[in-house]
């Protein structure tokens, strides 16, 4: 549909985030933002199911003028009813629809896609964990940890045994049943 001109990133199999052509400019700066916090994610639509959806669109005052809500001049605007929150000094929207959300962003804001995927991921019964994690023989290891503590040097290190299967070496999705689910970004080691 109207998302085809640019790449659908694919998150966990079936969250897929999307970026609207209608402004080419501002599509491939979103983009291009998109594409540097998940490096490392594959961004091909046939790969995932697109169950949840991130959609981002131009950011345009158009879309809410006419809403009924309430309004905090120059400040922000909340439409309970859509669950749509505007803050109109960072230029951003946010609206919460079944399975997804639709994000209103000006080209200059960076982009949070942690705490979206976190909000889809609620949708889901699961949830991000920062942790360290590791699977060995089937049984999945959690490693919680402040950050800076080593556990990425860990799990570089320990994963280069056979039997064990990385998960996540800062950010893990742990579900409802307490199985975890990989969420795999390029490692940055430091001395």
């Known amino acids: 549909g109207e998302y085809m001109d640019f790449p659908t990133f694919v998150v966990n199999g079936n969250i897929c985030i ?6 080419p400019r501002w599509a491939k700066k979103v983009s291009k933002a998109i594409q540097f916090q ?4 594959e961004s091909d639509s046939a790969t995932g199911d697109c169950t949840y959806t991130i ?11 006419d809403k009924k809500g309430v ?20 230029k951003i929207g946010i609206q919460v629809v079944q399975n997804g959300l639709i994000i209103q962003i000006s080209n200059k804001l960076t982009i949070p896609l942690p705490y979206l995927i976190q909000i889809l991921l ?12 590791i699977s060995i023989a089937g049984e999945g290891i959690l490693l919680p940890a402040f950050g800076g503590i080593g556990k990425t040097a860990f799990v570089a290190e320990i994963i280069k045994r056979p039997s ?16 975890m689910e990989p969420y795999l970004r390029p490692f940055c080691l430091y001395e």
């Open 122 to 133: 609620l949708q889901q019964e699961k949830t991000f964990v920062h942790a360290a994690g």
């Open 71 to 90: 309004w905090v001049p120059g400040i922000s605007f909340y439409a309970g009813e859509e669950n749509l929150f505007v803050d109109l000094e960072k």
């Open 55 to 65: 959609d981002f669109t131009d950011f345009s005052l158009q879309n809410i003028e």
């Open 164 to 179: 064990v299967k990385i998960l996540g070496d800062d950010l893990v999705i742990l579900r409802k049943d307490g199985r």
């Open 18 to 23: 999307r970026v609207s052509p209608s402004n």
């Open 38 to 41: 998940l490096n490392g994610f």
